[in-house]
């Protein structure tokens, strides 16, 4: 971590800095690992300020390019977070690629993670080592009796709980989270979403087991009743009874007492949000096309015969490798690809193996391997096609986002031979 780096210079863990210092929430974590019952993500109004909500999605360079031009306009952000719209760590490439891009890019930013930390303990050693300074864990519930009435499932790699082993999961993680963070040095706060009739009994009791655990502030939040959830009809708690709640757990822990809830791609001071402002920076930001390393000589193709571009990256059992000759384009060789299963390392293993390759032209291709693959100067360029259409884009500099079909979340092709649990 860099020892010059102020660490009260964060709006929501320093209250006295929030007047002068801002945030900025990159939306790159667009899955998510748990379904809390107040939470729906369809919505993307821009005049709709709650967790879980953006007008985008970006990939970990678009989200780079989107702060340092955010920055230039408003050098008050002192903080990067990721908070959605998912879950940072059921996205953990995306998540921990743009980390470290911010980190290499933005060293005078504190970096902030906000979670449920369902999927973060096997993730612990990453955060000090990227430098990230400060995380945020939402914990309703110490209770999986009361947990159980807040999550209807939690997704764990391939295993789904529900009910209160959900809930038991989820409070088991959250505490090997925090205590994990804590070890490491970095600062904690908890949330805590004030459900009245649900856990509004039961806030000093989080308070006291988190304090436990050695978080070191507290939010209790209010319920944002939100269309389409279980918790729709639930009123919002009145500003009486959070006073009351805030008061009886700071007897564990300080409170926060003023917080925003912000969206997923939240820009500016606390008080002085702008995301509505660089809405059309972030929308440009989503439409970018990653830069292509000209310096290496070939472009790896998925295909099924050798004419078209057609299949997925997961799918590919051995992939062309092409160079540009004359007018034209020469194939030099057919590679193999690391063979099915493995996680993110089979997408490490295929990105060194065509690391000679700036582009790989495919059917279609996930998130998590996408993530993996541009960061490692291999980016996956999604298009239907002749071959030679994409070589020609591809080597003549074309942005090749003219290719890309529409994405609607994986697509794998019929016959992709991963593991069953999509790309990631
Ligand atoms: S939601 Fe609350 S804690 Fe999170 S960034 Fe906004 S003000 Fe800070």
Known sequence: ?????????????????????????????????????????????VNESRPGVTSAVLSPHQAVGYLERVVAAEPR??????????????NPDETLTTLRLVRERCPE???????????????LDELPALGVTHVTVTVNAVDPAVGASLYAWARDGKVIYRGPEAAAVLLERQRLAVTGLK???????VNCIVVPGVNDHHVAEV??????????????????????????????????????LRAEAERFLPQMR???????????????????????????????????????????VATREGMLVNQHLGEARSFQVWARKGAGFLLVEERPAPPPGGGPDRWRRLAEGLGDCRAVLVSGVGEGPRAILTEAGVVPIEMDGFIELGLS????????????????GCSRGPGCGGDGSGCG
């Open 393 to 408: 884009a591809v080597f003549s500099g074309v942005d090749p986002t003219r290719f890309r079909r529409r994405r609607a």
């Open 258 to 300: 003023h917080c925003r809830r912000c969206r997923a791609d939240a820009v500016g001071l606390l008080g002085e949000d702008r995301s509505g402002e660089f809405a059309p920076l972030l929308q440009e930001a989503a439409e970018a096309p990653p830069p292509l390393r000209t310096d290496r000589p070939h472009v790896a």
């Open 1 to 45: 971590m860099n020892p010059a780096l102020d660490l009260n210079r964060h709006p929501c863990f320093h209250a006295e800095s929030h007047g002068h210092c801002g945030r900025i929430h990159l939306p790159v974590a667009p899955r998510c690992n748990l379904k809390c019952a107040y939470c729906n993500r369809r919505y993307n109004c």
């Open 109 to 123: 930013m504190l970096l902030c993670v906000a979670t449920n930390a369902l999927g973060l303990p096997p993730l």
């Open 207 to 244: 308070a006291r087991t988190v304090a436990g655990w050695g978080a070191d502030v507290l939010n209790v939040m209010g319920l944002v009743p939100t269309a389409g959830t279980p918790l729709a009809d639930v009123p919002e708690p009145g500003p009486e009874l959070l006073r009351e």
């Open 183 to 189: 070890a490491r040095g970095i600062l904690v706060k």
């Open 77 to 90: 952000i002192s903080v990067v977070g990721i908070a959605g719209p998912g879950d940072p760590f059921a």
